[in-house]
Each structure stands twice: as C-alpha cells, then as structure tokens.
C-alpha cells in the first residue's frame, strides 16, 4: 500500500466518522435542544401568565377589602328595624323644627330585601317654602340612609311663599333575619 492510498484511506475514515458523529451524535442533540428550548419558553410564557393573575387577584383582593369596608360603612348608617321609631321621631322633630305643620304623616308597607329593609313613609306638610328647604337639608344631615321620591310641590294662593308639600322618604333599616 502506497502512502497516497493510506491517506486517502484515512482521510475516508475520518470523514465517515465526522459525518456519522454528525448524523447519529449532533442531529439528535441539536433536536433536543431545540425541543428544550421550546418547552422553557411555554413555561416562561405560563409563569408570566401567573404573574399576572397574582397581579389580577392581589387587585380583587384589594377591591375586595375596599368593598367590604363600603358594606361596613353604609351598615354603619343603617339602624337596627326595631330603632325605627325614633328615626320617625327625628323626621317628625325636624319638621317641627322647621316650622311645618304636618298635614298627615302615614307609613307605607315596608319593604323587606335581602340585606336591608325599606320604610317608606308619605308625608304631606305645609308651610314656608324656605322652611321646607331647610327640613330636606336636616333630613339629608340624618346619620341615617335615607331617600326622597315622589315630591310634589304646590303653591298655596291664598299666601305668598307658602306650599303643600306631598312626598315618600324611605328609611333604611338592618334586615335582623341577617
């Protein structure tokens, strides 16, 4: 064997062996690598998605807080059902204060629902317009929740700056079954 043809030989050799190597060694790893890198990146974009959420329900449970706190307040304001007496007496009390003459105070049919109850009383009073003024703005200082609907306000003709007042204030109450 000549020196030419050992060399080609082993050059033959080396080339086999590089791309079997290649074929059977750095193929399939390549394509291991690249099914890594593939599942690290779902796995990075499925812990930036909970990151997010964290995010999203650490909010929730700051709204809820403030929700709760917003419930605390506005029960705060509202008195147990068996107090209604005396907030009929405030209302009744400003009224007088103010210098109305109560025409007819009556109650309505309470309203029962799930966490409060609705007294809706109709009260027709009579008097200075600015006196009138001055009882919507009293019944609004009320450390209690309470609504005016259906107003109705007449001119009294026979005097100047006298009304007929007819309206429903609803008082809220704690319903006491929660």
């Known amino acids: ?87 009929l007496e405030q209302v009744t009390l400003i009224a007088q204060k103010q210098g109305l003459h109560a025409k007819s105070i009556r109650t309505l049919e309470m309203k029962d629902n799930s966490g409060y109850v609705e007294q809706p009383l109709k009260m027709e009073l009579q008097g200075n317009f600015r006196a009138f003024y001055c009882f919507l703005l009293e019944l609004e200082k009320l450390q209690r929740i309470t609504k005016v609907r259906e107003l109705r306000l007449d001119k009294k003709t026979d005097a100047a700056g006298l009304i007929a007042a007819d309206f429903i204030v609803s008082i809220f109450f704690q319903n006491q079954k929660n």
């Open 1 to 87: 064997m000549s020196s030419g043809f050992r060399k080609l030989i082993a050059f033959t050799l080396i080339i086999g062996v590089t791309a079997a190597g290649y074929q059977f060694m750095i193929r399939p790893a390549n394509a291991h690598l690249t099914q890594s890198k593939a599942r690290v990146q779902a796995k990075l974009a499925k812990l930036a998605e909970f990151e997010q959420a964290t995010v999203a329900a650490e909010d929730l449970t700051k709204q809820l807080g403030q929700l709760e706190d917003a419930i605390r307040f506005f029960e705060s304001r509202l008195p147990p059902s068996n107090e209604i007496h005396k907030v």
